[in-house]
T-cell receptor
Framework: AQTVTQSQPEMSVQEAETVTLSCTYD???????LFWYKQPPSRQMILVIRQEAYKQQNATENRFSVNFQKAAKSFSLKISDSQLGDAAMYFC????????????FGTGTRLKVLA | NAGVTQTPKFQVLKTGQSMTLQCAQDMNHNSMYWYRQDPGMGLRLIYY???????DKGEVPNGYNVSRLNKREFSLRLESAAPSQTSVYFC?????????????FGDGTRLSIL
């Protein structure tokens, strides 16, 4: 069975600095999708970035980028130029490419941004 | 653009009471999901519906039932609420299974069982 592990329950970053959130996963599949979701205090889950496993290029969305290491089964999120609005819980999620409809979420990392 | 709408947003129940959480999406998505979120546990899948007319158990289905009423609506029912079911419940939908499209979430329902 697939698992997703976020080993950092909480992280802090100074405003305007860069922070990296870690995520590792375990799967025997070769094709899958990976996602990072943000959950601010409002509780709304917001998609931050997605990565297809068959793509070697790391995904980037403005200040957010990932370091996808398929062999190591690692999918870390880098936030550059951190802003106060980035403070939230961040969840890493895995989804198999096809044949199953299940998303598997990690336990989350709470990010604090210090002014 | 409403997206995924959950009702109610908050609810307090007594042990043994029953309740149905409602979820509707207006994005014409095929798949819908119910999760519960507990501190330190992340999101755990309760039930999902890959398409209209089908439902399947997720990771933690015990104590719950679901109904995929039509393509838009997917409800979650607690027949006899227990304190262990105190949690935040999220409904989500996605376009289709074989897709890189993410899930879209509702705002959640905070449910307390006394």
């Amino acid at each position: 069975a697939q698992t997703v592990t976020q080993s950092q329950p909480e992280m802090s970053v100074q405003e305007a600095e860069t922070v990296t959130l870690s995520c590792t996963y375990d799967t025997s599949e070769s094709d899958y999708y990976l996602f990072w979701y943000k959950q601010p205090p409002s509780r709304q889950m917001i998609l931050v970035i997605r990565q297809e496993a068959y793509k070697q290029q790391n995904a980037t969305e403005n200040r957010f980028s990932v370091n996808f290491q398929k062999a190591a089964k690692s999918f870390s999120l880098k936030i550059s130029d951190s802003q106060l609005g980035d403070a939230a819980m961040y969840f890493c999620a895995y989804r198999h490419f096809s044949g199953t409809y299940k998303y598997i979420f990690g336990t989350g990392t709470r990010l604090k941004v210090l002014a | 653009n409403a997206g995924v709408t959950q009702t109610p947003k908050f609810q307090v129940l007594k042990t043994g009471q029953s309740m149905t959480l409602q979820c509707a999406q207006d994005m014409n998505h095929n798949s819908m999901y119910w999760y519960r979120q507990d501190p330190g546990m992340g999101l755990r899948l309760i039930y999902y519906s890959a398409s209209e007319g089908t439902t399947d158990k997720g990771e933690v289905p015990n104590g719950y039932n679901v109904s995929r009423l039509n393509k838009r609506e997917f409800s979650l029912r607690l027949e006899s609420a227990a304190p262990s079911q105190t949690s935040v419940y999220f409904c989500a939908s996605s376009e289709r299974p074989a897709s890189n499209q993410p899930q879209h979430f509702g705002d959640g329902t905070r449910l307390s069982i006394l």
